[in-house]
T-cell receptor, first 113, second 113 residues
Framework: DADVTQTPRNRITKTGKRIMLECSQT?????MYWYRQDPGLGLRLIYY???????NKGEISDGYSVSRQAQAKFSLSLESAIPNQTALYFC????????????FGPGTRLTVL | QKEVEQNSGPLSVPEGAIASLNCTYS??????FFWYRQYSGKSPELIMF????GDKEDGRFTAQLNKASQYVSLLIRDSQPSDSATYLC?????????????FGKGTKLSVKP
């Protein structure tokens, strides 16, 4: 089984709809991250969480919210989806020490019509 | 603004050749550096990380770090068509406990049979 899973893997939705992307991990890592990736813009950090009670905004948090339900679960919500939120979304985890390698989930391809 | 710069490519090399991928970063306080490989539509996967000046070898891959010049490179020896992917350079901009990575936009590598 994969260490970092994301659901759904693909989603098509309409403008104005609320949508939640979920991430679960079995790596036992404290830190979790949400990124979006757009062609030509690279990976950009949306939110990150160092533990259940510590949630921080990243570079592009506007229009997004998150919930850290447990050490293993970190959800990303789009309260009212808009077309420019169409992107590939990745969840990642890390141990949280100097090495701090991040391990990525398989991604969710989101299309907002 | 702290940045990580990569040539977007595409970099095209013949099978069996050495591919050289370069990355520069703006924050002199950066302490750890990562190379990820990303196939089209897939998630980034870690190739290797480096913390100290000099070379670090892992199989066909060698990472090189020069903190004085603020660059890190990745050499791929005996390149194979399966190495064709986008290579992302990532830098831990805050060092140590913070652990947030800034990603470059990636260099697309094409290995021709």
């Amino acid at each position: 089984d994969a260490d970092v899973t994301q659901t759904p893997r693909n989603r098509i939705t309409k403008t104005g709809k609320r949508i939640m992307l979920e991430c679960s991990q079995t790596k036992g890592h404290d830190r979790m991250y949400w990124y979006r990736q757009d062609p030509g813009l690279g990976l950009r950090l949306i939110y990150y969480s160092f533990d259940v009670k510590d949630i921080n905004k990243g570079e592009i948090s506007d229009g997004y919210s998150v919930s850290r339900q447990a050490q293993a679960k970190f959800s990303l919500s789009l309260e009212s989806a808009i077309p420019n939120q169409t992107a590939l979304y990745f969840c990642a985890t890390s141990i949280g020490r100097l090495t701090d390698t991040q391990y990525f989930g398989p991604g969710t391809r989101l299309t907002v019509l | 603004q702290k940045e990580v710069e990569q040539n977007s490519g595409p970099l095209s090399v013949p099978e069996g050749a050495i591919a050289s991928l370069n990355c520069t970063y703006s924050d002199r306080g950066s302490q750890s550096f990562f190379w990820y490989r990303q196939y089209s539509g897939k998630s980034p996967e870690l190739i290797m990380f480096i913390y100290s000046n000099g070379d670090k070898e892992d199989g066909r891959f060698t990472a090189q770090l020069n903190k004085a010049s603020q660059y890190v490179s990745l050499l791929i020896r005996d390149s194979q068509p399966s190495d064709s992917a986008t290579y992302l350079c990532a830098v831990n901009i805050n060092g140590g406990s913070q652990g947030n990575l800034i990603f470059g936009k990636g260099t697309k590598l094409s290995v021709k049979p």
